[in-house]
């Protein structure tokens, strides 16, 4: 049973936004590209994963947790919970041929294109993991024994140099590799496995990726301002009386500002004045600003001169 679904990562809408308000020249472009290219690879991999696990149908209880983040950043793709063991898995999809090094540990891949980029190392991140999901274990006195694997999401990934000791498996061997594992007596009841998967959930620390800007030295001067088109994409729009409109497509809207504003929480900051909103949404006049930020169900903190509009995070 899946009793924590997987999220699509806030980190790619905060890089799409980026990218969506950052000029056409801009340095950073390439780089943020690149980082929006990996993180949907990333979940790309998952996903794929998540759709071979489907048909999961072993002969030992199980719980299966996707994408958890647990205490001391410990993010872990897929968690397996049975009455004897825990497995962990981390899903890798990067084109190309992947070298494992040691001493130092890393991840070297080779690019369709020709090119060596250097990660930290999935075994030390797993093995860390290992380590952290080990020590909650012991808090709560569960003994359970631990294992866990680095999975290579599609078989065009040519994995070599796999340190001894780590196991790799490839998405199509998972559902293999989990029915074969062997089950030593079990050690919890499945009682007691639903109130491990609600512990696990319950002490999740969601890790806010936001704001993106400040990450890569982007100013506010440097982004573009205004309310987009969400048809045509490009084209900003105008604010009409309590609507927007696309001079190009002619879309009439009148919620677009919400995903501006998103996108100001996301790259900026997460809080916004009326000020900040009128110039941000190219808006007439203070007033404006003050009626769309009042109807947008946010949170208001300080007085009336210096009120500022929060953005709560919902786990
Ligand atoms: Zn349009």
Same mark, same amino acid.
């Given at each position: 049973?899946i009793i924590?679904y997987r999220n699509k990562?806030a980190?790619?809408? +905060?890089?799409?936004? &980026?990218l969506?308000r950052?000029?056409?020249?801009?340095?950073k472009? =390439?780089?943020?590209?690149?980082?929006?290219? +990996?993180?949907?690879?990333?979940? +790309?991999g998952?996903e794929?994963?998540?759709q071979? *696990?489907?048909s999961?149908d072993?002969?030992?209880p199980y719980?299966l947790l996707q994408?958890?983040?647990?205490p =001391?950043k410990?993010q872990i793709?897929l968690?397996?919970i049975?009455?004897?063991q825990?497995?962990?898995?981390?899903v890798?999809?990067?084109? +190309?041929?992947?070298?494992?090094?040691?001493?130092p540990? !890393?991840?070297?891949q080779?690019?369709? !294109?020709g090119? $060596?980029?250097g990660?930290?190392?999935?075994?030390v991140? @797993?093995?860390?993991?290992e380590m952290?999901?080990?020590?909650? *274990?012991k808090l709560?006195?569960?003994?359970l024994?631990?294992?866990?694997a680095?999975?290579v999401a599609y078989p065009?990934? @040519? #994995?070599?140099s796999v340190?001894l000791?780590?196991?790799?498996?490839s998405a199509?061997?998972v559902?293999?590799?989990?029915n074969r594992?062997?089950m030593?007596a079990?050690?919890?009841? @499945?009682?007691q496995?639903?109130? *491990?998967?609600?512990h696990f959930?319950? @002490?999740q620390?969601?890790?806010?990726p936001f704001p993106l800007?400040?990450?890569?030295n982007?100013? *506010?001067e440097e982004?573009e301002?205004g309310?987009f088109c969400?048809r045509?994409? &490009?084209k900003k729009m105008?604010?009409? #009386?309590?609507?927007w409109?696309?001079?190009s497509c002619?879309?009439?809207?009148?919620?677009?500002?919400?995903?501006?504003?998103?996108e100001?929480?996301?790259l900026y900051?997460p809080?916004i $004045?009326?000020?900040e909103c009128?110039e941000?949404?190219d808006?007439?006049?203070r007033?404006?600003a003050?009626?769309?930020?009042k109807?947008m169900?946010l949170?208001e903190?300080?007085?009336r001169?210096?009120?500022q509009?929060v953005?709560?995070m919902?786990?």
């Open positions: 049973m924590k990562p980190k790619i809408a +905060g890089y799409e936004a &980026l969506k950052l000029p056409a020249h801009h340095t472009r =390439g780089l943020i590209q690149e980082k929006l290219n +990996g993180a949907r690879a990333g979940i +790309g998952e794929r994963l998540d071979l *696990l489907e999961f072993p002969s030992y719980l994408d958890v983040e647990l =001391g410990c793709d968690l397996v049975t009455p004897s825990i497995v962990l898995l981390e890798k999809n990067m084109a +190309g041929r992947l070298r494992f090094t040691e001493n540990s !890393a991840l070297h080779l690019t369709p !294109a090119e $060596t980029k990660y930290k190392s999935p075994v991140q @797993i093995e860390t993991a952290k999901v080990a020590k909650l *274990l709560i006195d569960y003994p024994r631990i294992q866990s680095i999975v065009s990934q @040519i #994995v070599e340190p000791g780590t196991k790799v498996w199509d061997e559902l293999l590799q989990l594992l062997q030593a079990p050690s919890i009841s @499945i009682d496995m639903k109130m *491990l998967g609600d959930l319950s @002490i620390e969601h890790y806010n800007a400040p990450k890569f982007i100013s *506010l982004i301002s309310v969400p045509c994409l &490009l105008d604010r009409l #009386v309590r609507k409109e696309c001079k002619y879309l009439l809207s009148s919620d677009a500002h919400f995903e501006a504003l998103d100001w929480f996301m900051k809080t $004045t009326t000020a009128q941000f949404l808006l007439p006049d007033d404006a003050k009626r769309l930020l109807r169900g949170e903190r300080g007085g001169r210096h009120r509009y953005k709560l919902k786990n």
